[in-house]
């Protein structure tokens, strides 16, 4: 074997295992400028994204828990009510008022 043959084999190594971890990794260099700005505008939305997703609280506070006691739930004075305790309020409401008719 001569030089250029084991520098030829072993460039070929090199370059075999180069495409192989860019394959696998997809680390593409963009070509265009405009490649290189809708980069840029993509990690800036997912950076506004994730900004704005840590100030959200969490599902808990946000939502009420199934097969929660609702008479011993006390009621805070700056709390939502959600649809579902209008309703319900309601229906306590008219069935009252049947009771009363009655």
Known sequence: MRLWHVV???????????ITLCCVFNCRV???RKEIEARYLQRKA????TDKLETVPPLNELTEVPG????????????VDTVAIKVEEDE??????????K
Do not use: H, Q
Not at 46 to 49: F, I, Q, R, S, V
Not at 68 to 79: I, P, Q, R
């Open 92 to 101: 306590k409401n008219e069935a009252k008022k049947k009771k009363g008719e």
């Open 8 to 18: 030829g084999i072993f460039s070929l190594f090199v370059l075999s295992i180069i």
């Open 30 to 32: 963009p070509r265009t």
């Open 68 to 79: 929660e006691d609702k008479k011993k739930k006390k009621k805070k004075k700056d709390s």
């Open 46 to 49: 997912a950076k506004m994204y």
